[in-house]
C-alpha cells in the first residue's frame, strides 16, 4: 500500500466505530472510571458508619489495572442514578450479602442493568461485570427470578473446570496459556457463597440460557454451578469465585489463595474489564463534578486482621 492510501485506510478505520475498536486505538478511552454498587452494611459490623458500604478491595482492584471508582450509594433518586450512568465507563456489582430481590443493593442494580442493556441496545458499549454476589444478582435480573440453590462452598479455593465454549469466549483470551492452566489445574480461586446458580437451573430457564455462554463451572461434590459466564450480545461478565482477594484481602482461612498465579489471575481478569470499561466515551459534566464523585474523597477503614474485607469504605 502506498503512504496515501495507507493514511486513508486508517481514516476509513477510525470512523466506523464500534467493531473497529479494537483496531483504532485513538478510540479508546484511557481515563477510564468504573461505578461500583454500594450496598447495605452487613447486621452487626462493629466498624460500619451510615448505611452503606463498598470492600476496598474491589477499588483497589479496579484501580490496579488502570481505572478510577466511583461508589454509587444507595438511597438515591432514579434520576441521580442516571445521571450517574452517563457519566461512568462501567459497572461492577461486588460481593456481599443482601438480598437479591427486595435490597437497594438489588435495587440499583436493576436500574443500572436496564440502562446498561438500553445503552448498548443503541451502540452505546456498557460493561458490566458481577463478582460472586454480583453474579447471582445478574442471573435474578435476566431471569426475573432467584434460581440459586445452596451449594457447600464457603471457604474454598477450586480449580477452573473451563467448558469447551470457553475456548472462544472473550474473557479469556487475552489470558497467557500457562496461566489459563493453573486456572484449570490448581485450586487457585477462591469460593465464598453460600448460594450458587447450578448447571440445571441454568439450562432449564431459557432467559438465562440465551442470554449467557457458560464459561466455566465447579462442583461442590454435589451439584455443579456455574463459576465463569459471559453474555452473549452484551459485553457482561460474571465470576462467582473472587479475584479481588488474592491480591487484597488477607483474612486467615480455608479458601484464600495468595500465589503468584492467583494474583495473575486476579489482574488479567481486571485487565479485560477495564479495557471493557475503555471502550465507553461517558463522561462527567466538568472535571469538578467527576472530583465530586470519585472514590478519593473517602477513606476506607481497617477493619482488623480477621475482618472478611481488611478495609472498607463506608456511607451515609
Ligand atoms: C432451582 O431453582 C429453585 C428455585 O426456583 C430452587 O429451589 C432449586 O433448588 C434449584 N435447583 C437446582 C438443582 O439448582
Ligand atoms: C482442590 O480442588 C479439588 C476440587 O477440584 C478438591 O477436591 C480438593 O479438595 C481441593 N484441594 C484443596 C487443598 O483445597
Redesign the pocket.
Known sequence: MSPPFAVLAVLAACLCGVPLLVVCSDHLNYRPIIGVLAQENIVGDPHAQGSSYIAASYVKYLESAGARVVPIKIHQTDEEYEKIFNSINGLLLPGGDVDLETSQFSRLSKIFYDLAIKANDASDYFPIWGTCQGLQQMTVLTSNKNLLTLTDTKA????LTFTPASQNSRLFKAFPGNLLQSLSED?ITSNFHSWSLSLQNYSRNAKLKRFYKILTT??D?RREFISTMEAYHYPFYAVQWHPEKSPFEWVDK?GMVHSAASVRASFYTALFFVSEAMKNRHKFSSASEEGRALIYNYSPVFTGLDGIFVQNYYFD
Open positions: 474454598v479455593a477450586l480449580p485450586n465447579n462442583t461434590g480455608p
